[in-house]
């Protein structure tokens, strides 16, 4: 049996991380648009504890889709990105900005949050935002390099609307959309590849 590709093992990796993090995506935005629209309402018909009801369901809601974040993006798409890294050294300095930009901009968000009472969590959140920037001009390299390496206009589009998303951030949702169906389409091609041939075995020389 011959053995697998890197290249692929990179891409399932970064693929089922991206797969989760459109996943906590959509249930983040449904989520919190339904709550929102109860919250509207209950405070419009009074009640405090349909209101105190309507907050708990937000956090309930956040907290489910940051744990389908993080394992999506802890435990799939950054392994997956830093072995790419490690496979070839052309993604290294994206893999450094998406690692600093997306896994500390996120624990500097927490952080952020939970001091949000005091002055310093406002400053944690602003620095977390500046992370994230930076996380997203590393995807922007990222996917530059994956449309010169596979020859994949996906990737191109998927870049662009990283960097874009700093000021809409829906448009990230969309790239990691395309992204998950790039990496699709080249796990699918790098599979379908022959291998190599062997290289011929040479006789000793009898000089």
């Known amino acids: 049996m011959g053995s697998v590709d890197p290249y692929v093992e990179a ?3 970064m693929r089922e991380g991206a797969l989760y993090l459109f996943i906590a995506w959509i ?3 449904v989520g919190l648009a339904s709550v929102i629209f109860s919250l509207v ?3 419009f018909a009074g009640g405090f504890t349909a209101i105190i009801g309507a907050l708990i369901g937000i956090i309930i809601v956040l907290l489910i889709g940051a744990i389908i974040a993080l394992i999506g993006l802890w435990g799939k798409f950054l ?8 496979i070839n050294p052309d993604f290294s300095t994206a893999s ?9 901009g996120f624990i ?3 952080v952020g949050v939970a001091l949000l009472i005091v002055f310093i969590g406002v400053f944690l959140i602003i620095v977390a935002v500046i992370l994230g920037i930076l996380g ?3 995807m922007l390299i990222m996917c530059l ?3 010169d390496l596979e020859k994949n206009s996906l990737y191109l589009v998927a870049g662009i609307l990283f960097i874009l998303s700093i000021f809409l951030e829906i448009l990230g949702f969309i790239g990691w959309i395309l992204l998950y169906v790039a990496l699709g389409d080249s796990i699918n091609k790098r599979m379908r590849a022959p291998a190599p041939a062997p290289a011929p075995a040479t006789s000793p020389s009898l000089v």
């Open 145 to 147: 390099k994956l449309n």
């Open 136 to 138: 997203d001009i590393g």
């Open 41 to 43: 309402t209950t405070v």
């Open 96 to 104: 450094t900005l998406i690692y600093i930009g997306f896994f500390w």
């Open 79 to 86: 392994p997956g990105v830093r072995k790419l890294a490690s």
């Open 108 to 110: 500097v968000m927490l």
């Open 27 to 29: 249930l983040i935005g």
């Open 11 to 13: 891409y399932k990796s």
